[in-house]
């Protein structure tokens, strides 16, 4: 077996998808879970946590796609259009890996290089960020359960209505005037 082989069998790891989109080759694969605590000074000088959230999910990827895996010249060419499009659509999308699967992935950032030694090979760093989704939903309270109904309350349609003199405003209408 030679180096290469080696080196081969130990980066090509199946089962890594971007969307519908499958890499050659998957050689460097870092992902980023971030917790954010909020420190708040106290008077005694000691900062104090009392609420931590978590970030989105990101992954980062060193990716390759040969012509000669492609067996055609432009395979890679493609590889690196569908990757571009997938960025243009800004559609959500699932990366697998072989250590774990993300949801709700979007690719913020392509960077690829081409020289002379790669003009027929696609060698692409990916960096992909989750998007966190909120469900939300309207309910009602009943109104015996407020205060205030009638600030809090939820609007009611009463139909059309017609604007009516106040009279007692001290402005007389251009009628009353005549």
Same mark, same amino acid.
């Given at each position: 077996?030679?180096?290469?082989?080696?080196?081969?069998?130990?980066?090509?790891?199946?089962?890594?998808?971007?969307?519908?989109?499958?890499?050659?080759?998957? %050689?460097?694969?870092?992902?980023?879970?971030?917790?954010?605590?909020?420190?708040?000074?106290?008077?005694?000088?000691?900062?104090?946590?009392?609420?931590?959230?978590?970030?989105?999910?990101? %992954?980062?990827?060193?990716?390759?796609?040969?012509?000669?895996? #492609?067996?055609?010249? #432009?395979?890679?060419?493609?590889?690196?259009?569908?990757?571009?499009?997938?960025?243009?659509?800004?559609?959500?999308?699932?990366?697998?890996?072989?250590?774990?699967?993300?949801?709700?992935?979007?690719?913020?950032? %392509?960077?690829?290089?081409?020289?002379?030694?790669?003009?027929?090979?696609?060698?692409?760093?990916?960096?992909?960020?989750?998007?966190? %989704?909120?469900?939300?939903?309207?309910?009602?309270?009943?109104?015996?359960?407020?205060?205030?109904?009638?600030?809090? #309350?939820?609007?009611?349609?009463?139909?059309?209505?017609?604007?009516?003199?106040? #009279?007692?405003?001290?402005?007389?209408?251009?009628?009353?005037?005549?």
């Amino acid at each position: 077996m030679s180096l290469l082989d080696d080196a081969f069998a130990l980066i090509r790891r199946p089962g890594v998808e971007i969307g519908s989109l499958i890499p050659d080759v998957l %050689i460097r694969e870092v992902g980023r879970d971030t917790l954010i605590t909020t420190d708040h000074p106290v008077e005694t000088g000691a900062a104090i946590t009392d609420h931590a959230f978590k970030l989105p999910a990101e %992954i980062e990827m060193i990716l390759g796609w040969s012509d000669s895996t #492609g067996g055609y010249v #432009g395979y890679s060419d493609e590889a690196y259009e569908m990757i571009l499009a997938i960025q243009a659509k800004r559609e959500l999308i699932s990366v697998s890996t072989g250590r774990r699967n993300y949801e709700n992935m979007l690719p913020v950032g %392509i960077q690829q290089t081409r020289d002379e030694t790669t003009a027929n090979v696609l060698m692409c760093a990916l960096r992909l960020r989750q998007i966190l %989704i909120a469900n939300t939903q309207t309910t009602s309270a009943p109104k015996s359960a407020q205060a205030n109904p009638a600030k809090t #309350g939820s609007t009611v349609d009463v139909g059309q209505q017609s604007l009516k003199s106040a #009279g007692t405003s001290g402005f007389a209408s251009p009628a009353a005037r005549a």
